[in-house]
């Protein structure tokens, strides 16, 4: 087997190695004091996959990893014996070791202090402990390269660093303040399992996403013949239909068929003519042929029928088996989660238990790789903006242990995550304050919302609450993300906070991105679709109905007053229906509802979606595209849009990526610094790629001196440059009449005071290059424009 095979292998092995130990030392923390027989359970094995990783490690000669799988496999060891005990702050080392090996399986290089100081950690909670037993691999370490040093022994390790306990960041921790978080073991929750149940192990082949997903389209391909032959059935039994009405009509005049006849049988003169007989024969073949033709027709209706419906079963059957394989529990990311809450809480000091139910949900790859980032975002906002420090719980009559949830439940066709935390809410007058602030409305403006709408607004593009930066909340960057991630989707979110009593944000998604069931309405001589999840209410309505409330048209739909909106004057297409009864369609989009007007709405069909082009992407009102069984294109209208729109809530859409002559006048105008030629090339050809135009500077005092020749929209620097670092770009740049472009700071200093530093420098975004992801780049240019 080549090297590369291997390799491959073993990064295939060493992440369900790392996702097993992750998991196990949570579920450690989580267990009650006491509990040996499930702690040594755990321990035991976790000891075996450490011992497991160290070999697989070996094997393809990756020292660093069989060297931090080789203290681990024997602080376990100790661990059973009562040597070690797992503390949070050697949880805490375990966990920075995990992420050492994280890192170099997704191709991120190691800062070499960093990794000296994890070993070093590592080493001291093994200089103790006894040495392993016999059966255990005795082999000499490896040798590890730290900051240029060969480090074969652990003594080795441990010269090159600090011994001071700290985190990853070499800042020490205070064991007294900080408490981790109170993950309890009955408190994850199954929708239809009282507690969690390991399932059972089946032989699995792997098989990557693009590969389900090619199968997929080939599947949907079928559903499409499918919806084809659906239509040509249609139209068999149309010509049936027509040809039942031709022989009602022949039977009709056949008994004048057969008085003929039967005159010219007695009569048999020339003065009927030669042609009658030719007539009389037609006539009769005629009956023939029609009742066998009819026969014929019935047979291949019946036929048609029974093979669509073959047709209809096999390829609903299909699409569902591989629906399934795509399919994940909601499960598979709540390790990530339970980590990420548990560093965060211990790092501000709070405490929070962490629910979730709903575990056992099944959910397609894609969207719930898709909701990865917005969950997490939600979830640290729930530690930073929500939860409030233990003294101001106890002080205001809470349990000084905050509580977060998830909740997940499939509704139909649609699946339903709820993030609430009961933490300090969001007071709306704090947002109307930074709404204001951040000229966004003005103070006579936001006096005539509701606190509801004004709360709404936390998902403007750079709107943030919070005076005070942190590497938790950012920038106001995030909660936009969150909704445009949502949205495209084809999803919504909406929010509701009480003052004092908490926040839940509520995320509603597809099951299926493929497969859609839209309701079909015409406007003026176009037809349009709108997705069936989001319709309350269709049918006809007198316009007598209409009534006016607070300056604009109303109705009563289901009791409740609904703002009455024309569909055609939207979309700027002239509509024709002008009878009394008029046709509308109520649509509901996060917390609102909106009645519509339009010309017809004739029928509700499941469609196949495609994917539109980068020029349509960002298309106003426009979710994306579906074939028709006649294999005619039909525009799935975006509720969301139409909402805002016709409630004139509308939030502000990204810039268009891609150039659209027909919509904006120039390309999006990026200026990049950075002064490795390397970095530089690599960030202007995905900008590029992306429709950018893209100039370079390779120090900031070369950007500097661009400025007044360039109208840039944007800017992406690196900090650390010679000449003009980033900092003093940022500043002089906003301290000028250019303070208005936005600054992207994307630099590999990672350290929390640093990432402070930029944001306090005037920088927009902030990103590291360790965990640089092109997505993430494009969307934080968008959210910052």
Known sequence: MKDSELLNIFWGEVTEYLEALNKGLLQIEMLETGDKTNFHNLVREMNRVAHSMKGAARAVNLGVIEAVSHYMETVFESALKDAVELTPDNCDTIYDGLDVIQNICDGEENDEEALATVLSRLEQMV???????????SRQMPVVHVNGNEAKSNQDTADLVDDKPSDSNGTPRNTQTIRTTSLMTGQFKSADMGTVAMRPVEETVRITVSKLDQLMAEATELLIARMHGEEQHGEIRSLRQHHAKWQREWRGVRAAYIRLVRRYQDNMDEEMGSELPIILRFLESNQ????????????????TAQYNMQLSTLADQLQDDISRMRMTPFESVIGG??????????????????????LGVDIDKTVLDALKDPL??????????GVEMASVREASGKSPVGHIQIIVEQR??????????DGSGIDPNVVRVAIVKNNI????????????????????????????LTTLSGRGLGMDIVRDRVESLRGRVSLHSVIGEGTTTTINVPVSLTRIRCVLIRLGEQNFAIPSAMVVRMGEIDRDEVFTAEGREMLLINERPTPLASL?????????????????????ATDRAVTFEVDDLYSEQELVLKPLGTELARAPYVAGAALLGSGAVIVVLDVNDLVRQATGTTLPRRRVLATVPAIVERRVRVLVVDDSITTRTLEKNILETAGFEVHVAMDGLEAWRMLPENDFDVVISDVEMPNMNGLQLVTQIKSSQYRDIPIIL??????????????????????????FDQGELLDTIQSVM
């Open 441 to 468: 409305l003005t103070e006579s403006e936001v006096a005539t919302l509701s606190d509801d709408d004004v709360r709404m607004y936390v998902f403007h593009p750079g709107l943030s609450t919070k005076e005070e």
């Open 337 to 358: 989660f339970q980590r990420v809450l548990r560093d965060l809480a211990r790092d501000v000091g709070k405490q929070v238990q962490f629910d979730v139910i709903g």
């Open 568 to 588: 055609g004057s939207i979309l700027d297409i002239p509509m024709v229906n002008e009878n009394d009864l008029m046709k509308i369609v109520t649509l509901q």
């Open 376 to 385: 997490l975002h939600l979830l640290r906002n729930a530690v930073d903006h």
């Open 746 to 771: 994307l630099t590999s200093l990672a350290k929390p005071e640093q990432r402070e530093a930029g944001l306090r420098a005037g920088a927009d975004a902030y990103l590291v290059k360790s965990r």
């Open 288 to 303: 023939r042929y029609l009742s066998e033709a009819f026969r014929n027709l019935t047979q291949l209706d019946q036929s």
């Open 127 to 137: 200089a103790t402990a006894p040495a392993p037993d016999a059966t255990s691999d």
């Open 412 to 421: 139909g066709s649609e699946i339903v995550i709820r993030v609430s935390d």
